[in-house]
Nanobody
Framework: VQLQASGGGLVQTEGSLRLSCVASGRTLSRYALGWFRQAPEKEREFVAGFRWSNGYRDYADSVKGRFIITRDAAKNTVYLQMNSLTPEDTAAYYC???????????????????WGQGTQVTVSS
């Protein structure tokens, strides 16, 4: 699976951005797609995940109610709509794909086999 992430940029506090992740190379019916982020000098962390087969979604507590992960199946694309952004959301955002991700494990980095390049999100105060 090849993943192409885009949509990052510079935005002010309380602003919004929408990230896109286009997947190619495999049928995604057995895959989960996730968004992770990594701020400078911090570990990569889970943001949101989407199970392609049934549309199940999961979110990190820090983004619940602000971020929404959606899918356009015709375009093999997963979006991350980010609202009410704060400087704490500043990070490089990565999309990832994992095959047969175990139930309850969308948040686990180890479940993902394929990673796209990061797209930088910077939120100014």
């Amino acid at each position: 699976v090849q993943l192409q992430a885009s949509g990052g940029g510079l935005v002010q506090t309380e602003g919004s951005l929408r990230l896109s992740c286009v997947a190619s190379g495999r049928t995604l019916s057995r895959y989960a797609l996730g968004w992770f982020r990594q701020a400078p000098e911090k570990e990569r962390e889970f943001v949101a995940g989407f199970r392609w087969s049934n549309g199940y979604r999961d979110y990190a507590d820090s983004v619940k109610g602000r971020f929404i992960i959606t899918r356009d199946a015709a375009k093999n694309t997963v979006y991350l709509q980010m609202n009410s952004l704060t400087p704490e959301d500043t990070a490089a955002y990565y999309c990832a794909a994992g095959e047969d991700v175990a139930p309850g494990s969308l948040w686990k980095i180890s479940e993902y086999d394929y990673w796209g390049q990061g797209t930088q999100v910077t939120v100014s105060s």
